[in-house]
């Protein structure tokens, strides 16, 4: 692995989730699948929230897929396993993709374990992801989206 290519790389693939795909058996979706801005759930705090990051200073290397070729990063696939970026997350988000936030965080921390995994501690893309990560976990406070958990509960018993 080439020092020089891993800190030019504008990471944000790779796997850091251990590989687990199975879902946990109390994992149940908290309404039926929505589009983002269709009905002020969780969906909506999601997607402000990632207009915002979107938007952040620190953000265009991983508003989009990054491209090994384009970029020379010929051990980028060998490391990254699990591809993401805030873009394919806002697809996502918007087509109604995630059923639960949980879904949703875990791309979004995806993102930043990516880039923390590829780069070296200190390159200029580690800390753009770190200080990237902070914005993420101040805005999604447990609260915020367990309010939207608590509402479609009631929902779904009346």
């Not at 993401?84 to 921390?109: C, N, S, V, W």
Request: proline share 6%.
């Amino acid at each position: 692995m080439s020092s020089k290519k891993r800190d030019r790389g504008d990471s944000t693939g790779g796997d850091m989730s251990g590989g687990n795909k199975r879902q946990k058996k109390d994992e149940t979706p908290l309404k039926t699948p929505s589009k983002a801005g269709e009905g002020g759930g969780w969906e909506d705090v999601a997607g402000k929230l990632l207009s915002k990051i979107i938007k952040h200073r620190d953000a265009p290397a991983f508003n989009e897929p990054v491209d090994p070729v384009a970029l020379d990063l010929p051990d980028y696939p060998d490391i990254v396993s699990c591809p993401m970026d805030y873009g394919t997350i806002k697809k996502r988000l918007e087509e109604g993709f995630y059923q639960k936030p949980t879904q949703f965080a875990k791309d979004m921390r995806l993102v930043v374990g990516n880039a923390l995994q590829y780069n070296q501690e200190g390159d200029k893309i580690w800390n753009a992801a770190r200080r990237l990560s902070a914005v993420f976990e101040d805005g999604w406070s447990e609260g915020t989206w367990k309010t939207s958990e608590s509402a479609a509960a009631k929902d779904t018993k009346q």
